[in-house]
């Protein structure tokens, strides 16, 4: 699929996107958080980052992953050569659940509009989902344990433009099991190749601050796409 919009729409529906997350009382969550999470990234990204909901320290900052997890994903993003501002970063809830408590489902569908609108605005021809509330959101019934480390063919309504999944297990999980850690790393890699195979013009060399100088070009094909 062709980039229907530029990068400079991309960047002002994500802006709108943020706007009406700081306004949103959809769900209980806009009670108790401190500022809302909207996500991050380069709005050229080809590979899109989906966490489960901001916690402690992105509450704070504003920004997605920015703590212990944030730190191994940077890690994990430097050892297949991308750093965190060529991709963009997600969370499939804006506003931190009291108490880091997973989000409920009726929070993830309050948000579900939003993430919908970013999606669709970056157009990323990977969506990456970390850990396995992320993944239910794209793909109810999936399993994380059989289905991570590779790409995954929603069979499920996808209002995403067709971005192929590629289900992660969630760095925090990996902080906490050695083995999972070594796993999310063999995953990565293999993530790594998905990329190299159909994402060949790179991730995203532009951040928001700099994207008034990105050119505006076309993406390249889908293999397999029509000229
Ligand atoms: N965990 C998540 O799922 N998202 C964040 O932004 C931080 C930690």
Do not use: W
């Amino acid at each position: 699929m062709e980039h229907a919009t530029t990068p400079n729409r991309v960047v002002l529906e994500l802006a709108s996107v943020a706007r009406d997350a700081a306004a949103c009382t959809a769900c209980g969550l806009s009670a108790t958080r401190t500022q809302t999470v909207p996500g991050e990234g380069s709005p050229i990204a080809q590979i899109v980052f989906v966490g489960e909901a901001p916690g402690a320290r992105e509450d704070q900052a504003g920004r997605p992953f920015v703590g212990a997890s944030g730190h191994l994903l940077d890690n994990l993003l430097a050892s297949i050569g991308l750093r965190r501002e060529e991709v963009f970063i997600l969370n499939t809830v804006k506003c931190r659940p009291p108490g880091n408590r997973n989000p409920q489902k009726s929070e993830t569908a309050a948000c579900a509009p939003l993430l919908t609108r970013q999606l669709q605005a970056l157009q990323p021809r990977v969506i990456a989902t970390l850990g396995r509330h992320a993944l239910a959101v794209f793909a109810p019934s999936a399993r994380i344990a059989e289905v991570h480390g590779r790409p995954y063919a929603r069979t499920e309504d996808d209002p995403h433009g067709g971005a192929m999944l590629f289900p992660l297990y969630h760095p925090a999980a990996a902080l906490h099991n050695g083995s999972l850690r070594s796993t999310l790393e063999r995953d990565m890699a293999a993530l790594r190749g998905y990329l190299n195979m159909h994402a060949r013009e790179g991730a995203g060399e532009a951040t928001l601050r700099e994207v008034d100088s990105v050119p505006i070009r076309p993406r390249s094909k889908r293999q397999g796409e029509a000229e």
